[in-house]
């Protein structure tokens, strides 16, 4: 199998315009595959041969986290009209951790992150490969959902930005065009004083995939009261799912058991999980209520 590195994103387009020709970023989950498979390649169907992995290792213009205070995103979190962070694609998740304004304005992704994997699969991994690989259990995507994340995508003909939640499309799926990268994501960066939390349930206490996992964000208004609730779910539905209704059961009222477990029997009327090999669709139906309660002890 032949690996091209590219330096610029002319190179890389035209790397990637060869017949065969896929994406590598961290490879933890592409590299898994091809050793379970030799000819398989991400976003290839089986048995499609070997094909040109291409590196976004060397490229500069897919790596970094840069505040953008005159940026605006099309949904700009609670609180929040402009001030975003541009993320490069192939930051890895230990780079994102490392990060002052991650850790102190984003703890929900950061949460999240520091979930994902081990310490050296951290060290490979990037934001846009979980991103990419569009997984209903990946871990960045519940809180990137609820943060209002909109990605970058560039090809050779341009750039355009689309909302996270309108470029997943399903297990695996999602809204590239042909000869389109992730550039970046942006993040809008909540008000100071939005309650983040996320939670996951897997089969065992580390290294575990998802089988429910929950992102909240949420805003009080000066009395103490919800005004705004975003909440997403992992691993409950073939893309994140969010549960309008629960959000708003929350409005006007305070982050109390009460009120959080009214909400939890919205979710579990409304959620519609399946049975697989990690868990039953009833446990997780339980589960993503229970998740909720646990922002009473924030």
Known sequence: MNVLFPRDLKGFFKALAEPGA?????????????????????????????????SLDRLAALRGIVEDSKAETRD???????RTLRIGAATTHAELLAHP?????????????????????RNMATLGGNICTASPAGDSL????????????ASAAGVRRMALAEFI??????????????????VPLPAVGCVQHFEKVGRRSALAVAVVSLAALVRLDRRGRIAEARLAWGSVAPTVWRCPEAEAALIGRTLSLTALSAAAAIVRARVQPIDDIRASAAYRREVAGNLLLRLAVL
């Open 169 to 186: 499309l399903g297990p695996g799926r999602t809204a590239f065009m042909p000869g389109e990268v992730l550039l970046a994501v942006h």
């Open 76 to 82: 700009a979190g609670p609180g929040n009209l402009h």
């Open 101 to 121: 304004l991650v850790r102190a304005r984003l703890p929900v992704l950061a949460q999240a992150l520091a979930e994902l994997g081990s310490p050296p699969i």
């Open 142 to 153: 519940p809180p990137l959902l609820v943060l209002g994340a909109e990605v970058e995508l």
């Open 22 to 54: 896929r994406v590598l970023a961290g490879g933890t989950d592409l590299l898994v595959r091809l050793r379970a498979n030799p000819q398989a390649t991400a976003n290839a169907p089986e048995g499609a041969g070997s094909a040109t992995l291409v």
